[in-house]
């Protein structure tokens, strides 16, 4: 397939793996953080109130392993889907750059930050993220029993799971921008 025909197309196949990584898993993976940090607040044990269940901590437990697969998917794809046509160098004398995201970003001074500083930190922290999520998800999973009642642990699992959320939104933005100037397509 040419060039020309390519462009043409609605949907290619790397602009569906970078939807796949970006709108799909990892929004589904921010809006799962989101759910589950909202959860944990509302489920928090009022004054001698003893209504939460194991049923409550067990749904929790769940949408942490949730969180943990998404992250993981999405850094995964991101990682070995997303990110080898981003790094994909011109053929000598090339035109257009259109193709080939990391030579256009580069290309132009005011954009280059994007490669320098934005795909450096979407390289390195997305598995930082992946692997909080999984802590997060050992750690509710493993003492689902007592996650709701121990202030302690709760209080764990709710930090882990704020700085996994601060780090993909953080990455989910720097995203956007990157996609926003030279798009995968």
């Known amino acids: 397939m040419d060039n020309t025909?390519?462009?043409?197309?609605?949907?290619?196949?790397?602009?569906?793996?970078?939807?796949?990584h970006g709108i799909v898993l990892g929004g589904g993976a921010l809006l799962a953080l989101a759910a589950a940090l909202f959860t944990l607040y509302l489920l928090r044990p009022a004054h001698?109130?003893?209504?939460?269940?194991?049923?409550?901590a067990?749904?929790?437990?769940?949408?942490?392993?949730?969180?943990?697969?998404a992250t993981w998917l999405t850094t995964l794809i991101g990682t070995y889907a997303v990110f080898p046509p981003y790094r994909a160098a011109p053929p000598e004398g090339a035109v257009t750059l259109a193709l080939y995201p990391r030579s256009l970003i580069l290309s132009n001074p005011q954009t280059a930050w994007l490669h320098s500083f934005a795909m450096e930190t979407k390289e390195h922290l997305p598995w930082i993220a992946a692997m909080l999520a999984t802590a997060a998800?050992?750690?509710?999973?493993?003492h689902r029993a007592?996650?709701?009642?121990?202030?302690?642990?709760?209080?764990?699992v709710v930090s882990i799971l704020a700085i996994c959320f601060v780090i993909v939104a953080y990455v989910s933005l720097l995203g956007v921008f990157v996609n926003k100037v030279a798009p995968l397509e």
């Open 58 to 69: 067990r749904a929790i437990a769940l949408l942490t392993v949730v969180i943990a697969a």
């Open 48 to 56: 001698g109130q003893a209504t939460l269940t194991v049923a409550h």
């Open 5 to 20: 025909t390519q462009g043409m197309m609605l949907f290619t196949e790397r602009s569906l793996w970078t939807m796949a």
């Open 137 to 142: 998800a050992f750690t509710a999973w493993r």
């Open 146 to 156: 007592t996650l709701l009642h121990d202030v302690d642990l709760r209080r764990i």
